[in-house]
């Protein structure tokens, strides 16, 4: 039976109650909150707006309602004064919220005979229900790309909580010679050609003067366009609500697969001759000479570190990062990434690299098994 009615307590992290109410596809929802005005009011709101403004759920057919955070009862009690409808048709998202209201929330269903469903890690949910006075739980996997086609301008502003979106940077899409590329020849193609070339471009980035990375976050835009995401933004900036200039900017920003996905691209040239010229020049027993090479290979680890900060504000549980560098990542970076979760690629292997960070768990083809061979033979 189609959900008509759908219950659900919002919490600061907003992509669980997004990925669910799309998956269930309600015709009316209701939002609970506590008086938490950061935790869950705050929020309540934005998912109110934010599945106004992309359609989701058609206007008027959302409310909002306060209950206790701390009082079982009371909690029940407003549960009690929401209008359920027939048998079948209402289920309460017990994924919010602090464990009381979660655990009220669920007797209450209980008692009802109302289904409850539960969002967990790696999109899969728990659908509960009551047969013959047992508790029975059937597990589901959402399908993830269901939220592909959100963008993710509207995503950011759903979950950003003390900041704002300052400026949106650039959308970016493939025009009509980058559809009719051919997957097989895409990656030779395009490494002789401007990324340009296969775009189409609207809005605009903030700043006058080009970059030198411009060119590799046009390219890594291609790469994902190519790949399956339908849109990528280009060097959006970020502010705090009470300032007036942004306080950081994200190179590359696009939903994809249940995730909202940051990208860190950095087109400079390995260090590497730094540090030996360094070396070179003060001697490798020198300790100032091995203190600045030591200052060097840190900046690198502190460009990912605000790479996690920048992850945490803009997308909560759900941002993934991927850094994109020109030349290969030093052993510490490499082993701070893999610690940390952080997906990276290389200029030079980045289709290969950015095939295998959005489709983790696709079957090797016949070039992957020849590239791999290849490697082993060399």
Excluded at 223 to 243: A, D, H, M, T
Aim: hydrophobic fraction near 35%; charge should be positive; proline fraction near 3%.
């Amino acid at each position: 039976m189609k959900t008509q009615h759908l219950i659900t307590m919002a919490s600061k992290q907003v992509w669980p109650q997004i990925l669910l109410t799309m998956h269930l596809a309600p015709e009316r929802l209701t939002i609970l909150h506590s008086k938490d005005k950061q935790e869950s009011q705050t929020p309540a709101k934005r998912l109110k707006k934010f599945f106004n403004n992309t359609g989701i759920i058609r206007t008027g057919a959302i409310d909002i309602k306060e209950i206790p955070h701390d009082d079982f009862q009371g909690i029940q009690r407003v549960l009690d004064q929401l209008d359920v409808g027939s048998a079948g048709s209402c289920i309460i998202n017990l994924t919010g919220g602090n464990k009381l209201m979660s655990l009220a929330a669920m007797k209450w269903a209980e008692g009802k005979k109302i289904p409850a469903v539960y969002l967990e890690r790696g999109n899969k949910i728990i659908h509960l229900s009551q047969e013959n006075g047992q508790t029975e739980s059937v597990e589901q996997q959402i399908n993830a790309h269901l939220s592909d086609s959100v963008s993710p301008l509207d995503l950011v502003r759903c979950q950003l909580v003390d900041s704002e979106i300052f400026a949106e940077g650039e959308q970016i899409t493939l025009n009509k010679q980058g559809i009719a590329l051919s997957s097989d020849t895409f990656w030779d193609t395009v490494q002789s050609r401007v990324p340009l070339d296969f775009l189409s471009l609207t809005g605009k980035v903030r700043r006058n003067q080009a970059n030198e990375g411009d060119r590799l976050e046009y390219l890594t835009a291609l790469v994902l366009l190519k790949l399956g995401v339908k849109k990528v933004i280009r060097s959006i900036e970020i502010k705090e609500k009470e300032q007036k200039s942004p306080h950081a900017e994200i190179d590359i920003l696009f939903n994809y697969g249940g995730r909202l996905w940051i990208g860190d691209c950095k087109d400079r040239n390995s260090r590497d001759w730094m540090f030996k010229a360094i070396t070179q020049q003060f001697g490798s027993e020198s300790d100032i000479g091995n203190r600045i090479v030591g200052e060097l290979k840190i900046s690198g680890l502190k460009e990912m570190k605000d790479d996690l900060m920048s992850a945490n504000i803009t997308g909560g549980l759900q941002a993934q990062i991927i850094c994109i560098r020109k030349t290969p990542f030093t052993e510490p970076e490499q082993q701070y990434a893999n610690a940390n979760r952080i997906a990276v690629a290389t200029k030079k292997t980045l289709y290969d690299d950015m095939r295998r960070i959005l489709n983790p768990r696709r079957s090797a083809t016949t070039a992957d098994l020849e590239t791999l061979k290849a490697i082993f033979n060399s």
